[in-house]
């Protein structure tokens, strides 16, 4: 069974920095692209970025470029999220995914990735 499970959410001040953590089991993690998403309160699910299996693609959406960083280690079969500079408008249960099909990337569509994990809260105070 496949399972992922995001840690490091909390409580920060604008601008300052947190890094999430998604540790996954259930599934070969190494052939697989990960993404992550947010949803906030009354707004649809949104893509945030996502990595390729072999860790070499990296994409971004436009509103955390610059400020947010992904990345993986196969060997812990973990892929993090490491945000700077936050902002209030980031404020939202950050959601970590695995691709549905291994050895393919560039997804930002949520239907392409089939587990999920429960959600860590994010919230910026301004």
Do not use: H
């Amino acid at each position: 069974q496949v399972q992922l499970v995001e840690s490091g959410g909390g409580l920060v001040q604008a601008g300052g920095s947190l890094r999430l953590s998604c540790a996954t089991s259930g599934r070969t993690f190494s052939n697989y692209d990960m993404g992550w998403f947010r949803q906030a309160p009354s707004k649809e699910r949104e893509f945030v970025g996502a990595i390729s299996w072999s860790g070499g693609s990296l994409n971004y959406a436009d509103s955390v470029k610059g400020r947010f960083t992904i990345s993986r280690d196969n060997g812990k079969n973990t892929v993090y999220l490491q945000m700077n500079n936050l902002k209030p408008e980031d404020t939202a249960v950050y959601y970590c995914a695995i691709r549905r099909r291994p050895f393919v990337s560039g997804s930002s569509v949520p239907t392409d990735y089939d587990y999920w994990g429960q959600g860590t809260q994010v919230t910026v105070s301004s």
